[in-house]
């Protein structure tokens, strides 16, 4: 059975600074997806960066990055620059590329931009 | 911007009742889910639908909950008989594609037994 691990539930940072977001799973599969998804209060989850497994380069998307280290099953996000409206709940999940039509989230990090 | 919209955004029930909840996904999209989260335990997978019917449900799905898209518009979750441990904030997803599809969710339903 595949698994997502957040061990933090609560981050903060100051605006301006990099923060960095743990992820952890566990599958015997070797093709699949990661995603990070951002929930901030009161609105729904979106998309935030998405990374194949069979691509070794690390995705990016503006100030957000990851670090995918494959055979240590790691997919951290990376924030640089924060600002306030980063504010939010941020979820790691999983889906296999066939088999499932199932996404498997973590528990969540709950992250608070100080100004 | 499409979304997804969800109705209610909070209901109360008491434990035995039936409950239904509403939701409109993306117009164009195939992939319909609804994923449910107690509170400040993980998001977990309940059901995927696809081409009119469940492609993929988790043992939480039982008896007690089923689903439909009865105009081609909306999809709704069931839950005949509530318990008090089904008190949660369901979320409903859809996708246009399978694997490399992001999943748009709704803001959720949250839904509390007593």
């Known amino acids: 059975a595949q698994t997502v691990t957040q061990s933090q539930p609560e981050m903060s940072v100051q605006e301006a600074e990099t923060v960095t977001l743990s992820c952890t799973y566990d599958t015997s599969e070797s093709n699949y997806y990661l995603f990070w998804y951002k929930q901030p209060p009161s609105r729904q989850m979106i998309l935030v960066i998405r990374?194949?497994?069979?691509?070794?380069q690390n995705a990016t998307e503006n100030r957000f990055s990851v670090n995918f280290q494959k055979a240590a099953k790691s997919f951290s996000l990376k924030i640089s620059d924060s600002q306030l409206g980063d504010t939010a709940m941020y979820f790691c999940?999983?889906?296999?590329?066939?088999?499932?039509?199932?996404?498997?989230f973590g528990t969540g990090t709950r992250l608070k931009v100080l100004a | 911007e499409p979304e997804v919209t969800q109705t209610p955004s909070h209901q109360v029930t008491q434990m035995g009742q039936e409950v239904i909840l509403h939701c409109v996904p993306i117009s164009n999209h195939l992939y319909f889910y609804w994923y449910r989260q107690i509170l400040g335990q993980k998001v977990e997978f309940l059901v995927s639908?696809?081409?009119?019917?469940?492609?993929?449900k988790s043992e939480i799905f039982d008896d007690q909950f089923s689903v439909e898209r009865p105009d081609g518009s909306n999809f709704t979750l069931k839950i005949r008989s509530t318990k008090l441990e089904d008190s949660a904030m369901y979320f409903c997803a859809s996708s246009s594609l399978r694997y490399t599809g992001e999943l748009f969710f709704g803001e959720g339903s949250r839904l509390t037994v007593l």
């Open positions: 990374q194949e497994a069979y691509k070794q």
């Open positions: 999940a999983f889906t296999l590329t066939s088999g499932t039509y199932k996404y498997i």
């Open positions: 639908f696809y081409n009119n019917e469940i492609s993929e």
